[in-house]
């Protein structure tokens, strides 16, 4: 080997190691990128999404035909939820069957903001996104009149056989707020009614 051929080995090895670190400090930097920016909401445990899936399955598109659904990747902020007492008071006189163990359950799960994942299994097509999403995807794919719909988690009785959500819809400058109760038969999650709240 000569000279020119060793040092041509050795700029070659410098520049392997070169590449090398330059790929591990780009993947450190990446992970540290993830962890600082990573969303630390918590998410709907998965076994609440059957009570979710019949909510807006039955509830919301069993009353009318619905092009995409845009759902929202957060649950309801705990202040855009009825008052407690009002809402109790209300819903004792029109459901009465429900109790007040269903309402502790269902503020307890809603003190505060959980993720929503894409785990529906609904007859038509949806997105769960943020508001900014949905109307940059409105505007992309040429929607008139989306329907914009934002859940609470479930409240469950203390039998785990009936559930109630909170349910706000929007659509084409109309909207509503529901609670929905479901009722659980065997394993599965159907519409009992629809009890509006204003």
Known sequence: MNA??????????????????????TAGIALLVSLVVRDKTPLVPASEYAILNAAVGQGLIGQQEVGPLFLSSRTLEPNDLPDREVTLQCLMKKAPELGEGIFSDFYDRNGTVHRVEPRFRLPCKYHVTTKDRAKAL????????????????????????TA?????SARGGFGGTDLLVLGKDDDTWNLVKILPVF
Do not use: H, N
């Open 4 to 25: 020119g051929t060793g040092q041509i080995a050795v700029k070659r090895r410098w520049l392997q190691f070169s590449l090398r670190a330059m790929l591990a400090a």
């Open 138 to 161: 409105v505007e992309q794919l040429k929607i008139d009149a989306p329907r914009w719909v934002v859940m609470s988690r479930p409240g469950l009785a203390p039998s785990g056989r």
């Open 164 to 168: 109630i959500v909170y349910v706000s």
